[in-house]
């Protein structure tokens, strides 16, 4: 007799990701799929350290059930960490989730009905989708270019759909690694007052950058824009700048929609893991995340420039691309050119044939997919992998 599954269940699929990554056990694999951060760059004697002064100075309050909304060291840490990203929060203004994945369930369970309208980029990142949709969401896709999701565009569809929110990755998104020109993030806010338009901004990315700072966030930039602030989600994250195993992220947004966050959290998990958060906390006050952050920034940087003059130099012109200024991330196309493939998931079969694996794009689209796109990580390989990598590719092409 078959189980009586909710049928919300038939509205998502496992991920495309996380079934590829049971073909990476064959020997030798240089793998580009992955989208989290180098093990090589956690900061382990700093975490010690702090692990070190939770256990010491706050045992009683790292080791025991805490209140749902955060540790309250670890909000007021983190007040400051925006505000050195000209965001001005209170501590009480947010509230600690487990990842900022946790925060896109929350705001699923709080704000969407079964068929109300969400737009995402297209593409996004797969989990969104996959969590949005689960709360019975009818997804909409806006287009992107290089410099973020195409705000004329966005409009219409705002416009046409009438959507609850609108999800955005401002700053090096994943998959697509675009950065959202300062124009587009005030047209943005503007839209949002102008339609009375929640929008949610994820931004687990936007402390990675190469070279230049990118332009503020749309939280920050929404000070300027009278009446924008009350209609904003912010979801930060440090997985991808400390450790992605600690799984602490906060949530930034009005009164309440916290709230109503809070109350399903403790539905959920009652709260965020005390000991993680009093880590976290006692780390961003020895002040050591300026210094990993600058020494992951060089990393990345000269791993990307090495993976963009290898494509260029071993793919030509059957690959299409933007040079990323920041992030984790390529976003790619195939383009056919000389008869070579133009179809991605065939692509990444004879990839993994030669020893190299990165992901097919089409699962990153809510609706229209893209079969040419792909996406590769330049974070987890070094620089001779990167190298022997975009050559195996070169030659599966």
Not at 38 to 57: E, K, T, Y
Not at 256 to 262: F, H, I, Q
């Amino acid at each position: 007799m078959p189980l009586p599954f909710a049928d919300r269940l038939n509205n998502v699929e496992t991920s495309a990701i996380r079934e590829l990554f049971k073909l990476l056990g064959k020997p030798g694999i240089i793998s580009f799929a992955g989208g989290f951060p180098d093990s090589a760059m956690f900061d382990v004697q700093g975490i010690q350290a702090a692990v070190n002064l939770a256990l010491s100075q706050e045992a009683g309050g790292a080791l025991q059930y805490g209140a749902t909304e955060g540790y309250n060291p670890l909000r007021e840490q983190l007040a400051q960490f925006m505000a050195s990203k000209g965001v001005k929060v209170d501590p009480e203004g947010m509230i600690v989730t487990t990842g900022s994945q946790q925060g896109l369930d929350l705001l699923g369970k709080t704000m969407i009905d079964p068929g109300d309208k969400v737009i995402v980029e297209g593409p996004t990142f797969l989990a969104t989708i996959q969590c949005f949709r689960l709360y019975g969401a009818d997804i909409v896709s806006a287009p992107i270019d290089a410099q973020g999701v195409q705000t004329d565009a966005l409009e219409r569809l705002m416009v046409e759909h009438k959507p609850k929110f609108v999800y955005l990755i401002p700053t090096f998104g994943n998959p697509g690694g675009a950065l959202l020109s300062l124009e587009r993030r005030k047209k943005i806010l503007a839209l949002a007052v102008k339609y009375q338009t929640m929008v949610v901004e994820d931004d687990p990315y936007g402390d990675l950058y190469f070279d230049q700072p990118p332009p503020p966030s749309l939280l920050a930039l929404s000070a300027d824009v009278p009446g924008s602030r009350e209609l904003l989600a912010y979801c930060g994250s440090m997985s991808k700048v400390l450790s992605p195993g600690l799984r602490v992220g906060w949530m930034i947004a009005p009164s309440e929609l916290l709230a109503k966050a809070t109350m399903c959290k403790q539905f959920s998990d009652a709260h965020t893991s005390t000991f993680a958060q009093a880590t976290a906390a006692q780390y961003l006050k020895a002040g050591r995340m300026p210094e990993t952050l600058a020494r992951v920034r060089a990393v990345y940087a000269e791993r990307a420039a090495a993976m963009g003059a290898a494509l260029q130099r071993e793919l030509g012109d059957a690959i299409a691309f933007s040079q990323p200024a920041g992030g984790l991330f390529f976003w790619a196309r195939l383009t056919g050119a000389g008869g070579k493939s133009a179809d991605a998931a065939e692509f990444a079969k004879r990839a993994i044939a030669k020893g190299v694996a990165f992901v097919p794009g089409a699962p990153f689209f809510a609706t229209n997919p893209d079969p040419a796109a792909l996406r590769l990580s330049f974070a987890t390989a070094d620089l001779v992998k990167i190298e022997e990598g975009v050559k195996r590719l070169g030659q599966a092409l």
